[in-house]
């Protein structure tokens, strides 16, 4: 069957046409069922459902244009000069195209910081060269030629996309060996696949030149993709919504645990969390107690975070982020917010007048000096990413949006996602509540100023969540009054 000094199948033209005109019709039928699919399902960030549309629709178009470079080759058809010509194009544009937008998928689907800028440049770069390269074949025929008998065949130069992927590709495994340790095994078993079935089916085509069999192996990766992300949204949907209406005291680790009978060594276990919990928060309370606040302030905020996670949680937002564990962790490393407050001196932080410049800068090391704390409490004790998610809290809850807030200047998604749930809680606390320098604004007033926010100082997307549960964090705070 395979000639392998002339590198084609040895199968009539008829049989090799129908072979591959079937693969893209399941190409097309399969990408517009999971197009579909995607469309009407929060299973994903916004930004990855959107980019795996991109990817599923250009897949889609690539067999579309495939099926009609194989009915229009040759002299059979009437305007086959015109059909050709125009589906080779589309095809081979489309084909680097899918490339690029799983390219971006993959990176917003991770969305981890190291190596993400650099990544991005590769993907505009590589794009760029790529378009150049496709715009002049039809006058140079480097990718491809068609002759006078309106026959495809490859042009000198059409290993070119071929190299531009394999720089993508190294340049994305890189990327992800960068955040190797902040990458779940969910998201890394659907990346490998991800990459390894486009390649191994554009292998095959390369070896047996005539099948059509690139599409499929997109068509493949992104079934896996859907199919993990559609398994996530299961667990996730395994909260009650009912939950979001126990009182404070029961929306603990047991939230989280199946009702089971758990093992001694379980309870244990499970004694020991609650003997750390009440631990860190007997200890900001002691730094919220400074500034004279009643302490119960870390309660409050703590009570708001979870609420909000949840919310978030519910609607499908940051999945690839927001497990049980997550929010577990979450509300843990909540009290921990302010524990940099320590290294503020009294006369600063009791201050009834507003900071002189130098007073806040001071204020503003609390910050940074947090993150550093956390790690001398934590390090050693405790699990990686608990500790990574009180660091982050301590250390960038006063980022804004719009990279306007402290300590580093983070802009949009860069500020880590526990940091972003923790302002929005962190600043209605301050705003409904007494302080020596101020008196409590009412919660129409706290709302606005959050909705005025938006895109500003909050995450779009967050700040409308948290103001679609305005009824339930309203009544956490009358919960405190008079404690």
Not at 287 to 302: A, K, L, W
Not at 471 to 477: C, G, L, Q, R
């Amino acid at each position: 069957m395979y000639n392998i000094k002339k590198g084609y199948l040895n199968m009539s033209k008829e049989l090799l046409t129908i072979i591959n005109i079937t693969l893209d019709y399941y190409n097309i039928v399969i990408g517009i069922i999971l197009f579909i699919s995607v469309l009407f399902r929060k299973t994903i960030t916004d930004k990855v459902r959107t980019w795996f549309k991109h990817m599923v629709l250009c897949n889609i178009i690539m067999a579309a244009s495939d099926i009609f470079t194989w009915i229009f080759e040759g002299t059979a058809h009437p305007g086959n000069r015109y059909v050709l010509p125009a589906a080779m194009f589309i095809f081979y544009f489309m084909s680097f195209a899918v490339v690029i937008t799983s390219g971006y998928y993959i990176l917003n689907f991770l969305n981890k910081d190291k190596g993400k800028k650099f990544l991005k440049g590769i993907l505009i770069l590589l794009a760029i060269v790529y378009l150049v390269i496709l715009v002049a074949t039809p006058f140079t025929d480097l990718l491809y030629k068609i002759d006078q008998n309106n026959i495809y065949s490859r042009g000198q130069y059409f290993v070119i996309p071929i190299i531009l992927e394999i720089i993508l590709y190294c340049t994305l495994v890189i990327y992800i060996i960068l955040n190797l340790k902040a990458i779940s095994k969910d998201q890394l078993f659907t990346v490998i696949w991800f990459l390894i079935f486009p390649q191994a089916t554009q292998i095959i085509q390369l070896i047996f030149y005539g099948v059509s069999t690139i599409n499929t192996g997109f068509t493949l990766a992104f079934l896996v993709a859907f199919i993990l992300s559609n398994r996530r949204l299961e667990e996730t949907l395994d909260f009650k919504e009912s939950e979001l209406d126990e009182k404070e005291s029961e929306l603990s680790e047991k939230e989280f645990e199946l009702h089971e009978k758990v093992s001694e060594i379980e309870r244990s276990k499970l004694q020991v969390i609650k003997m750390q919990n009440h631990t860190i928060e007997s200890l900001s309370n002691l730094v919220e107690n400074r500034d004279e606040d009643t302490g119960e302030h870390v309660r409050r905020t703590r009570a708001y975070v979870e609420l909000l996670a949840v919310q978030l949680m519910k609607n499908g937002h940051y999945p690839e982020i927001l497990t049980p564990r997550y929010i577990r962790f979450l509300k843990r490393a909540a009290p921990m917010h302010d524990i940099g407050k320590i290294v503020v001196p009294d006369a600063v932080l009791k201050k009834p007048g507003r900071l002189t410049p130098d007073e806040f800068a001071q204020m503003k090391r609390h910050a940074a000096e947090g993150g550093r704390i956390v790690h001398e409490i934590l390090d050693g004790y405790e699990d990686p990413e608990y500790i990574r998610i009180t660091a982050d809290i301590a250390t960038h809850h006063h980022e804004k949006w719009d990279g306007s807030g402290y300590p580093d200047g983070l802009k949009g998604e860069a500020i880590p996602l526990c940091a972003r749930i923790m302002a929005i809680a962190d600043v209605f606390d301050a705003l409904v509540s007494p302080r020596i320098y101020k008196s409590p604004m009412t919660y129409e007033e706290a709302y606005k100023i959050i909705e005025t926010g938006i895109g500003v100082h909050f995450d779009p997307i967050i700040a409308k969540e948290f103001l679609n549960i305005k009824e339930k964090t309203a009544a956490v705070n009358e919960s405190f009054k008079g404690i």
